[in-house]
């Protein structure tokens, strides 16, 4: 007797439940992903032991390097006609390059090149300032950015100043408060700890 | 006598009302979701040489953006101090110190001085004017609120990217 061996179906793998779960992770890793959107931060410390005023006569009897920075030709009303000058100490005076950033990465890398051999200076002067008080563990920065001319000063080239203290090994650094339009604020200085 | 057997029909759900369902949800998740970027305006940091990688803070800190013109913009509101009159700038800090006081009032995030442990980021762009930020900073130290651990949003300057801090 002849038995007629039925032909193997082709087993057919049911991929339903595999994508299904496929698109649940990817799901889940879309939930649990976080857009990183700052990469770096300087850390600093507000006096907190003191009050704002108070903080002036406790610091002006440490040694200090002073950095000023002002804001030239401020009212002129086209930026590119302003730049910050930075003044470290009484004896040394840099100017940054005029203008603003403007945004577009050839631009920016011409006028950071620029800014890098200021500051190259800067951070030199700084050091040398520190080795006339015989390198003080003591000393601390100080970023004065005095009025009229101090008060139109970027952020950038504040936070420039900071990271070059840090960068010299002052990482104590001393801002000065501006007095803000309102009730109570007070316009004395404030001591940061940068790094 | 031989019975036809009925052939016997696969049981097909209907899968319409399900996915309906499931798009709706996914619609939901992706109105909800919580993208933490959006605190951050887009804006250009400072360049700065030194600088810590930003990781996570153990406690959630508070990021008070700073814009180029001079406005504040925290939490979803945008004050301005850039229009140069002094009741508006006031007006603008109060509400700053408003809103820091009514973020930092835990006092379970207080340390034992009554200091905030809670740090604030300033998000400054870098054409904006310092004399703001040093605002900022003032109120963020006023006893009341007690915010001493500020950070600076900083960015490695151009061609330094790829090297390791």
């Known amino acids: 007797m002849a038995v007629k061996i039925p032909e193997a179906d082709e087993t057919e793998m049911n991929m339903t439940p595999m994508i299904d779960i496929v698109f649940q992770l990817i799901i889940f890793f879309l939930l649990s992903l976080k857009f990183k959107a700052v990469d770096r931060r300087i850390d600093s410390a507000l006096p907190k032991d003191r009050g704002i005023q108070a903080t002036q006569q406790f610091v002006d009897e440490l040694p200090m ?64 300032t520190w080795e006339k008080m015989g390198n003080n563990p003591e000393a601390k920065g100080e970023i004065k950015t005095p009025r009229p001319k101090g008060l139109k000063v970027p952020h950038g080239d504040v936070i420039r100043v900071l990271s070059t203290f840090i960068n010299v090994g002052l990482g104590d650094v001393k801002f000065e408060g501006a007095p803000a339009p309102m009730p109570e604020a007070g316009g004395g200085g404030m001591v940061t700890q940068g790094g | 006598m031989s019975f036809k057997r009925p052939i016997q029909d696969e049981a097909k759900p209907n899968l319409t009302p399900m996915i309906d369902m499931t798009f709706l949800l996914v619609v939901f998740f992706m109105l909800t979701i919580d993208l933490t970027t959006k605190e951050y305006v887009a804006l250009e940091l400072p360049y700065a040489r ?4 930003d990781e996570e803070t153990p406690i959630p800190r508070l990021t008070v953006n700073l814009l180029p013109s001079g406005d504040i913009k925290f939490k979803g509101n945008v004050w301005p101090l850039a229009t140069g009159q002094p009741v508006e700038q006031r007006a603008a800090l109060i509400a700053l110190r408003n809103e820091l006081q009514r973020l930092t009032a835990d006092p379970e995030m207080r340390e034992p001085d009554k200091s905030s442990m809670i740090p604030v980021m300033i998000h400054g762009d870098r054409d904006a004017r310092w004399q703001y930020v040093q605002w900022i900073m003032q109120i963020c130290a006023e006893p009341t609120i007690g915010v001493y651990k500020i950070q600076f949003a900083v960015k490695k300057p151009l061609g330094e990217e790829d090297e390791p801090q």
């Open chain 1, 65 to 128: 390097i002073t950095v000023k920075l002002f804001r030239q030709n401020m009212d002129d009303p086209n930026p590119d006609n302003q730049n910050t000058t930075i003044k470290v100490g009484n004896n040394y005076r840099f100017e940054l390059p005029n203008g603003v950033w403007e945004g577009t990465l050839d631009a920016d890398r011409d006028r950071q090149e620029k800014y890098d051999k200021v500051f190259k200076d800067v951070e030199a002067a700084i050091r040398e």
């Open chain 2, 50 to 53: 030194m600088g810590v990688d």
